[in-house]
C-alpha cells in the first residue's frame, strides 16, 4: 500500500512540474493574426497610455510590435510598429476589419508625425482631434519619453514587443 501512495505521490509532483515548464504559445507575425485573434482578447484592450520608449528604455516598443485596437466608431484592427525615425516619426501598417472579419482597410507605410494624432479608420494622420484614435505623445526634457496616448474612446493592447 505503500508503495502505491509513493508512486502516486511521485506521479503528482512529476506533473506539476512538467506543467510549470509548459511555455505560451509562440506569437503569430503580423499577416497572420486574424480579426477571430484580436476578437478573442477584446476585455484585454484598454485606454491607457501605452508606453514606446523611455530614458532608461529607449526601446519598449520597436519595430515589429504589433497592437491591436478599436477604434472610436468601433473598427477592430492592428497596426505594427514599421519605424520611428530620428526626428521622432511613426511609421505603422494597419490592417482594420468588419464586424464579419472581412478586411475594410489595409494601409502600410502610415506616417504619424511627432506629436500629431492617427486615425486609424482612415489609416491618416488625422486632421482632427475629434477623430483620431491615438496621440503619437512625445515629452519628456529632451523629447526622450514616447507614448501612444488613446483618443476619444478608442482602445489599444500591445499584442507584441
Do not use: R
Not at 28 to 49: H, R, S, V, W
Not at 95 to 118: D, P, R
Not at 125 to 131: D, E, L, N, P, R
Amino acid at each position: 500500500m505503500k508503495k502505491i501512495v509513493y508512486c502516486l505521490l511521485a506521479f503528482a509532483l512529476f506533473s506539476v512540474w512538467s506543467c510549470k515548464k509548459d511555455s505560451p504559445p509562440p506569437k503569430k507575425l503580423f499577416e497572420n493574426i486574424t480579426y477571430a485573434d484580436i476578437q478573442a482578447i477584446g476585455p484585454e484592450l484598454k485606454n491607457d497610455k501605452i508606453p514606446v520608449a523611455d530614458a532608461s528604455n529607449p526601446a519598449i516598443l520597436k519595430a515589429g510590435s504589433i497592437v491591436f485596437y478599436k477604434t472610436n466608431t468601433g473598427v477592430i484592427g492592428k497596426f505594427q510598429i514599421k519605424s520611428i525615425s530620428p526626428q521622432k516619426d511613426l511609421t505603422i501598417s494597419l490592417i482594420n476589419y468588419s464586424s464579419q472579419g472581412a478586411v475594410l482597410l489595409n494601409k502600410a507605410n502610415v506616417l504619424i508625425e511627432a506629436t500629431f494624432t492617427a486615425d486609424l479608420d482612415l489609416g491618416v494622420q488625422a486632421v482632427s482631434q475629434g477623430t483620431s484614435d491615438f496621440w503619437w505623445e512625445i515629452t519628456g526634457p529632451n523629447n526622450e519619453i514616447y507614448y501612444i496616448t488613446p483618443q476619444n474612446t478608442a482602445l489599444f493592447y500591445v499584442y507584441s514587443k
